[in-house]
């Protein structure tokens, strides 16, 4: 294996799936430096100027600059976040997150059904009159649902989010599927079988007519950054098909953001590589890149997606970057837990310190990292969207 540095991009984790704000503040305390060691990953991208860190470890104040997308000013992304995803009471634990230190809280129109951004924005708007922060201070992302894919419903649906989280402006607006809206979430296997994946797709989201749909959907997006309703724009879950297609029509490219469950990893694919010991060195190269969140981690690693993005200067992030709040395996995985009892570290603690190099106070060896490494499944190991029969992105 050759020797090589590893970070990830912002990988939001809400405490490892914890559904509790007490288990969010117990996880903060563990370390100083990053706070939280379930809770979230860091980026592969260096702090900003302004951003403080001690002995080159990640601190939720430090940032990373985004590329500037169209006439848009450049927006700073915290590189340690938040993720509300599969949180039972996310107003507080997001209120707790944000008194423990974390400027950047991600969301989603669909999280909770459909609960968790308000909870969120309340959470926020408490936060806001108390005090606490500013509204500068937190990095607000939120995302794009299917249903609302074409570009008049896609406007609708970032009004919604912007009403639910009591904002006028977001930091991030993804759009977070590729795929098609479903007429119904009743689908018989049997069915989908006989007549293939997309039989139950909404009116207008069949296969061939989705690339043109989310070329829509991107234009609505492009024009909600010129109005100012997001400061920057991205995906989540694309593949390279889904970017090179999208491409083809934008006006803004590259999206700041392509999403993805897992930790993203940046290794042996062409392109810039993200050294910790040399900031100085890599950190005017991410000016120039765009960030997507795509499903990276050690069992599902898209070494094809990870070349393409380098290509195109696109810098992916990741959220649920443990995997346990999707429900995957990860964390009992003997060389991750092999690595946490020798380091006398926690399980989500030594899987965040193999994405990102620079998080807490112990270091892995290129061992421990090889065989973490060695876990790679290929297709087989995605584990996010496990009932969606266009899970495996095997569409146009």
């Known amino acids: 294996m050759t020797k090589r540095s590893r970070e990830t991009l912002v990988a939001q984790d809400a405490a490892a799936a914890s559904s509790d704000a007490s288990d969010v503040a117990a996880a903060a305390t563990t370390h100083t430096d990053a706070a939280a060691a379930a809770a979230a990953a860091g980026s592969a991208a260096a702090p900003?100027?302004?951003?403080?860190?001690?002995?080159?470890?990640?601190?939720?104040?430090?940032?990373?600059?985004?590329?500037?997308?169209?006439?848009?000013?450049?927006?700073?992304?915290?590189?340690?976040?938040?993720?509300?995803?599969?949180?039972?009471?996310?107003?507080?634990?997001?209120?707790t997150a944000l008194r423990l230190g974390y400027r950047a809280l991600d969301s989603a129109y669909i999280y909770g059904g459909e609960k968790t951004e308000p909870e969120t924005g309340a959470a926020l708007a408490a936060a806001l009159e108390a005090g606490e922060v500013t509204r500068e201070e937190v990095f607000v992302t939120t995302k794009h649902w299917r249903k609302f894919h074409g570009y008049e419903p896609s406007l609708a649906c970032l009004k919604t989010s912007l009403r639910r989280l009591q904002l006028a402006q977001v930091d991030l607006w993804l759009m977070h599927w590729p795929g098609p809206a479903w007429r119904t979430m009743n689908r018989r296997k049997d069915e989908i079988a006989a007549h293939g994946p997309f039989h139950y797709a909404a009116a207008g989201h069949e296969e061939d007519a989705l690339p043109a749909l989310r070329a829509e959907t991107w234009r609505a997006m492009e024009d909600a950054l010129e109005q100012g309703l997001t400061r920057a724009i991205?995906?989540?879950?694309?593949?390279?098909?889904?970017?090179?297609?999208?491409?083809?029509?934008?006006?803004?490219?590259?999206?700041?953001?392509?999403?993805?469950?897992?930790?993203?990893?940046?290794?042996?694919?062409?392109?810039?590589?993200?050294?910790?010991?040399?900031?100085?060195?890599?950190?005017?190269?991410?000016?120039?890149?765009?960030?997507?969140?795509?499903?990276?981690?050690?069992?599902y690693q898209q070494r094809e997606l990870q070349a393409y993005c380098a290509e195109e200067?696109?810098?992916?992030?990741?959220?649920?970057?443990?995997?346990?709040?999707?429900?995957?395996?990860?964390?009992?995985?003997?060389?991750?837990?092999?690595?946490?009892?020798?380091?006398?570290?926690?399980?989500?603690?030594?899987?965040?310190?193999?994405a990102n190099t620079r998080l807490f106070h112990f270091s892995?060896?290129?061992?421990?990292?090889?065989?973490?490494?060695?876990?790679?499944?290929?297709?087989?190991?995605?584990?996010?969207?496990?009932?969606d029969p266009l899970r495996m992105l095997q569409f146009e």
């Open 48 to 95: 900003a100027a302004s951003s403080s860190s001690q002995g080159g470890l990640v601190e939720l104040s430090s940032t990373v600059q985004l590329p500037q997308q169209g006439t848009a000013p450049a927006v700073s992304m915290p590189w340690v976040g938040f993720g509300t995803y599969k949180l039972s009471n996310a107003r507080a634990a997001v209120r």
């Open 234 to 299: 991205g995906v989540s879950n694309f593949s390279v098909r889904h970017l090179q297609a999208l491409k083809q029509t934008a006006r803004v490219w590259p999206p700041a953001v392509n999403q993805a469950e897992g930790p993203a990893l940046r290794d042996s694919a062409p392109g810039p590589l993200l050294p910790s010991s040399n900031i100085s060195e890599w950190s005017q190269e991410l000016e120039d890149s765009a960030i997507v969140a795509v499903e990276l981690n050690p069992y």
């Open 313 to 354: 200067g696109i810098v992916l992030q990741a959220r649920a970057a443990t995997t346990a709040s999707l429900g995957g395996p990860l964390l009992e995985a003997p060389p991750v837990a092999a690595a946490a009892e020798a380091h006398g570290a926690t399980a989500a603690q030594a899987m965040l310190r193999w």
């Open 364 to 387: 892995l060896s290129e061992p421990e990292m090889a065989a973490i490494d060695s876990l790679d499944r290929g297709e087989a190991g995605r584990t996010c969207w496990r009932n």
